[in-house]
């Protein structure tokens, strides 16, 4: 997939406003929120800006964090890790590879066999069901 680079106006047009925060302005939606936090729909997420796949239902888990977690991306080269201080921590971002939106954030304290927790914000995700 081709990277994909558009200006903030074209991602405001199209995008609404709660996504376009979030995606493009690295928001958070609020924990419990997200229309993805407690989903098992059987399925594969993709990015809601450029429909990259991003993430196998298989490895979601509940992580009672309020966004939904994730062990491990669909491959590796789907998302991109940056290193985040904002808000007095140190963190690491995680954005979609192909078209850079902000998608949350990657852990150390996942479930096996990664030991990694994606916490992702819902309103980045869009699940096509299998």
Not at 65 to 74: A, H
Not at 88 to 114: Q, W, Y
Request: glycine fraction near 6%; aromatic fraction near 10%.
């Amino acid at each position: 997939m081709e990277k994909i680079e558009k200006t903030l106006e074209e991602w405001r047009e199209m995008l609404d406003p709660a996504q376009y925060q979030v995606c493009r302005l690295k928001g958070t939606e609020r924990p419990f929120s997200g229309k993805y936090n407690s989903t098992k729909t059987d399925g594969i997420y993709h990015c809601i800006c450029c429909d990259a796949p991003l993430f196998d239902s298989a490895a979601k888990f509940d992580s009672g964090c309020g966004w939904p977690s994730f062990y491990e991306p669909i491959e590796d080269s789907a998302m991109i890790e940056i290193r985040d201080t904002s808000h007095g921590m140190i963190r690491t971002e995680v954005t979609c590879a192909h078209c850079d939106a902000h998608l949350g954030h990657v852990f150390p304290d996942g479930p096996p066999p990664t030991g990694l927790r994606y916490c992702i914000n819902s309103v980045c995700l869009d699940l096509k069901p299998r």
